[in-house]
């Protein structure tokens, strides 16, 4: 996974936190236009709480001080760049580093692997993209049956029932991410739901309690995260374990982890990593897209009528996915309109320069990723879903940069792509998604940005 994707608040205040009495503090924050420190010790961290999210604080920094801002987190200067000229500027395409594998390991307090030098940190994630990339080759049938699992399920629904995308799709992505990365253990649905209790324990503090450091300050709450992540990590050196030496029908991504021959303690943390991200990645990758589509018939016919014309009776598999042009727009849209993945972050590791501001070594500098995303500049109409933008080179060009397709996106994105591509045929096909009436959905914003409350549809049958 390359540096531009999912980051939140979390990610500044770890990297910051390491490096905030390691190197001299400037005062300066090199003429770049922005905000000065509401209070000496903390910086503009309470300005951050207030808005709700590094996110939303980054759109009124931005909205007030242009492309390039500025702002204080404690004693140290933050720069965040919020336009596609800027960020295409500042990338260093050389760049080897995993930033958001690093910042979920140091969460997690992980370290194996992190400091092996740049062939190692290659090598490491060749074989976790690898591993990725061999799961859903070797268990494409199991992904097509949980799908369709799923869908059956809806259609039995009656029409004026309403479906809770959350609920229902959160539980796909995790049992689609614990079967191909576990293997049958994870078939047993009581395994199931107690992964899922400790994920959901774990995700939650990742994504609240270290924005205001909440969690530190109490004790039970902290005993809660720590007693799911000891209980998670149980389960992952007891797979790691059942699984070594064996060679399995199926061979899920341990297996592929195991046989590139990294330490037990390893193989856990990688997948400790896939299973925390890619479910939450790949769960609201399906949410937002199935709820886009529900507010556009439009949208449902077009992806529809590519579905019948591309794959006609054929089953959909791996080697035509790539056939399908517009379903790709409707998900890269999105990925856009939820603003998926709002921050990215990365420490300037020598001075660097955008425009006329020179940028200096040891400067945290934030990708306001979700400022750009809505970026009237780059997008037209940014705040309408609309997939048939993407038929645009310099609209690709432009989301690529970005970090979200091609050879720049994380494997978990690419993961969650196939799951939701999958789902959309499944369901496409055979109902039609309606929204339901007089709902409201707003976006809660942080690693990745997820419904503030269930999202709710209704489902018709197609003739």
């Not at 936190?17 to 503009?44: F, W």
């Not at 199935?290 to 959909?316: A, I, W």
């Amino acid at each position: 996974m390359l540096d531009f994707a999912i980051f939140a608040v979390t990610f500044v205040i770890i990297l910051v936190g390491a490096v905030l009495y390691l190197y001299p503090t400037s005062r300066t924050a090199s003429g770049i236009p922005g905000l000065t420190p509401t209070e000496e010790k903390d910086g503009n961290l309470q300005d951050i709480v207030n808005r709700g999210s590094l996110h939303e604080f980054l759109v009124s920094l931005h909205d007030r001080f242009g492309p390039a801002a500025s702002f204080w987190f404690g004693r140290r200067p933050v720069v965040s760049l919020g336009s596609v000229d800027l960020l295409r500027q500042h990338i260093n395409p050389n760049r080897t580093t995993d930033s958001f594998e690093t910042m979920l390991k140091s969460l997690l307090g992980y370290q194996s692997g992190l400091g092996g030098g740049v062939t190692e940190t290659l090598l490491r994630k060749k074989v976790y993209e690898s591993a990725i990339d061999q799961t859903l080759e070797k268990n494409y049938p199991l992904l097509l049956k949980l799908v369709e699992e799923l869908v059956g399920k809806w259609q039995s629904f009656p029409e004026s029932q309403h479906t809770p995308l959350c609920a229902h799709l959160l539980g796909l992505a995790i049992k689609c991410v614990t079967q191909l990365a576990m293997g049958d253990r994870f078939r047993d649905d009581a395994e199931v739901i107690h992964f899922r209790r400790n994920h959901e324990a774990i995700w939650s503090e990742i994504g609240k309690g270290y924005l205001d450091g909440s969690l530190e300050k109490s004790s039970s709450r902290k005993k809660h995260f720590e007693d799911a992540l000891s209980e998670m990590e149980g389960v992952l050196k007891s797979v790691v374990k059942e699984r070594k030496g064996k060679d399995f029908s199926q061979p899920a991504f341990v297996d592929a982890l195991l046989k590139a021959n990294l330490t037990e303690r390893q193989v856990m943390e990688d997948s400790m990593v896939f299973t925390l991200a890619g479910s939450v990645i790949t769960a609201n990758l399906c949410i937002w897209a199935v709820h886009f589509l529900s507010t556009s018939e439009e949208v449902q016919e077009k992806l529809y009528r590519e579905l019948e014309e591309v794959l006609g009776k054929e089953r959909l598999s791996l080697e035509n996915i790539s056939k399908l042009t517009y379903c790709r727009q409707v998900l890269n849209e999105t990925v856009r309109t939820a603003k998926l993945t709002p921050v990215a972050a990365r420490l300037q590791d020598v001075e660097g320069k955008v425009d006329q501001h020179v940028i200096p070594k040891e400067t945290l500098v934030i990708y306001a990723l979700g400022v750009v995303l809505q970026d009237a500049d780059t997008w037209a109409l940014p705040y309408r879903f609309n997939p048939d933008r993407f038929e645009e080179e310099g609209v690709r060009k432009s989301f690529s940069l970005l970090g979200f397709s091609g050879s720049q996106a994380c494997p978990e994105l690419r993961f969650a792509y196939t799951v939701a591509t999958v789902l959309l045929n499944t369901l496409v096909r055979r109902l039609r998604l309606h929204q339901a009436e007089r709902q409201v959905v707003e976006a809660r914003y942080e690693l990745v940005s997820t419904p503030k409350d269930d999202t709710w549809v209704t489902l018709s049958k197609r003739s």
